[in-house]
């Protein structure tokens, strides 16, 4: 109690002002700093770090300046201050992320109190704890009279296909600069300065070092994709700006927006692009505002307007409206596919405008059931994009147990799900409920094209069964394609490698729900062919990257937990720590 009352009277002497015993303020205060008592206890007992409870005690003092109805700039000079002290980054990035976020912290935190540590697990990450569940579960209306479906039956050799390139967190830094310093002690470098010999960026890009990838790289990218892979289809899944997240504006999004379109319409005139928004489109990131919010500085109309403007060149005008409205859209691609791009952000629990109402933002999911229902009763299959894997712990547990409940539904209409935002190669499984527990469908999640952080600029490639009397639009093969980036840097020669396929690499024909099931499986039961496959695939091979049992137990896990924050998902897989292998930096 005594580190609160503190720490509200070092950062805001008005506020310590008014604190008097007399004071309604006095009794409201008292309410919050009694929680301190807890964070302190848990400190003793060795259950949280001491980083973490001194977040939790910033946290506390925080809401009691917005009930003694602080100004804003009381609040995000505490929010700087706790920043700076708790070495959450350096002084001049925390000054201008809170700058940043000044009109979504302000506004959010005057509407709500949030759990300390919500906030603490936000800024600083899980070893602050798994923050409770302080949203009220509910339940999207879906149709009952669910269809038997029919076995799948592998196409034949012979027939038609289609080759699919998937493109996602990209996350071009505009001011990459070679031979700068690559380990410069922010979210990211390879910007200023002048490295030295151990220490400078690449040409081409950067390992090692919390480094994107310059604007040469990914247009190398799109002319190997253009030249050698030629596809007929290109799934872009979103994150595009680089990661200077604490200084980024509207402008700086939305130039990073246009210049990679033009670039993907110029090498690729006629090949059709389905986009996606990523959590890095936003500025402040993650900042998406449901469409209820429409006051200018703080609404999404800017980016879903832009949007709208430059993705019209490869959608028709019948598939507009909905991204206008809030960056989500349906097109058909031929008679009996469809193709949906959910805007997943409306799931991102680093969305804190979703703290004020997360129940189904914006009413996708409503509007995916409708939709859903449709290509059902038409006999239309449908592809479903996104950004955010709705099975991880980074989408809140309401959207994801509904959008779980609907792919049940719906698994004979979805043929396919690709997803990204990890910047690593993995899936994850879906499947029914209880009793059958029937593998239903599963999420392709993408490696990225940037190397943040220390990964190798990769593009996922996809053939799947193509347009004939009864296609079922399932892949038939998956192929990582990676960039040589040491030889590029050393040689100038840009070397795009094959790094692996699915049926050299596993034996599959086809990749389906069953053969997905089959391969975790297999994973499950020979460790060694886990550790010669996906955990050498998942990092592409990087050096120094041992998986001990723990490790090898939690990617199990991830590979069946379709759906966030289920306690019950992998009650058989013994874990001593429930861990996500992302590789995310706290401004991330």
């Not at 070679?178 to 390879?190: D, R």
Request: charged share 20%; aromatic share 12%; glycine share 4%.
């Amino acid at each position: 109690m005594l580190l609160a009352v503190l720490c509200l009277c070092f950062f805001s002497s008005t506020a310590c002002y008014h604190l008097t015993p007399e004071s309604e303020e006095h009794s409201t205060t008292l309410d919050y700093l009694r929680t301190t008592n807890k964070t302190v206890n848990a400190l003793l007992e060795g259950k949280l770090e001491v980083k973490c409870v001194a977040c939790e005690v910033f946290v506390e003092t925080l809401q009691i300046l917005v009930q003694l109805n602080a100004s804003s700039s009381e609040i995000v000079s505490l929010i700087t201050k706790a920043c700076i002290i708790l070495k959450i980054e350096d002084e001049r990035v925390c000054s201008y992320i809170t700058e940043e976020f000044r009109d979504e912290f302000v506004t959010v935190l005057f509407r709500l109190i949030l759990h300390p540590t919500w906030l603490c697990y936000a800024a600083i990450g899980p070893s602050c704890g798994e923050p409770p569940d302080i949203f009220t579960f509910w339940n999207v209306t879906i149709p009952g009279n669910k269809p038997t479906g029919e076995p799948l039956v592998r196409p034949k050799d012979g027939l038609p296909t289609l080759k699919v390139v998937q493109l996602s967190d990209v996350h071009i830094d505009l001011q990459y600069t070679p031979w700068s310093v690559k380990k410069c002690g922010e979210p990211l470098c390879c910007r200023d300065g002048k490295g030295l010999k151990d220490d400078e960026a690449g040409f081409w890009g950067s390992m090692n070092a919390p480094c994107d990838i310059p604007l040469r790289t990914y247009k190398n990218a799109l002319e190997f994709i253009s030249q050698q892979i030629k596809p007929d289809v290109i799934f872009w899944t979103g994150d595009i700006p680089a990661h200077d997240v604490w200084k980024q504006s509207r402008a700086d999004q939305l130039q990073h927006i246009q210049v990679t379109a033009d670039l993907m319409s110029q090498y690729f005139p006629d090949t059709r692009v389905y986009p996606s928004l990523g959590n890095h489109e936003s500025s402040p990131v993650d900042s998406f505002p449901p469409p209820g919010v429409t006051t200018d500085h703080l609404s999404n109309n800017w980016l879903n307007n832009f949007v709208q403007k430059v993705w019209s060149r490869w959608l028709p005008p019948e598939s507009l409206s909905t991204i206008g409205y809030a960056g989500y859209y349906a097109v058909q691609y031929s008679e009996r596919l469809r193709i949906i791009s959910l805007n997943t952000q409306y799931c991102d629990n680093l969305n804190f405008w979703l703290y004020l109402n997360n129940r189904d933002p914006a009413n996708m999911l409503a509007w995916l059931v409708a939709e859903l229902s449709w290509a059902e009763g038409a006999g239309v299959k449908v592809i479903i994009l996104g950004h955010i894997p709705t099975g991880r712990s980074d989408c809140m547990k309401a959207f994801s147990w509904n959008y779980y409940r609907i792919i049940d539904r719906f698994e004979s209409t979805v043929v396919g799900q690709y997803m990204g935002h990890t910047h690593q190669d993995h899936f994850s499984m879906m499947y029914s409920e209880e009793p059958d527990h029937h593998p239903t469908a599963f999420q392709f999640i993408s490696p990225s094209l940037t190397t943040y952080s220390n990964l190798r600029p990769s593009i996922r490639v996809y053939t799947l069964d193509g347009i004939h009397r009864k296609s079922t639009f399932r892949p038939l093969k998956s192929e990582t394609w990676l960039l040589d980036l040491d030889r590029a840097n050393e040689k100038n020669e840009t070397v795009w490698e094959l790094e692996y396929d699915s049926q050299s690499a596993y034996n599959m024909t086809w990749l389906v729900p069953d053969t997905m099931h089959q391969l975790y499986k297999t994973f499950q039961q020979d460790r060694g062919f886990f550790e010669k496959t996906f955990w050498k695939f998942k990092f592409h091979d990087q050096p120094n990257m041992p998986c001990d049992d723990n490790c090898y137990r939690n990617n199990l896990c991830e590979m069946i937990t379709g759906r966030s924050r289920d306690p019950n998902i992998c009650k058989d897989i013994s874990l001593d720590k429930q861990e996500e292998f992302f590789l995310r930096h706290n401004m991330c």
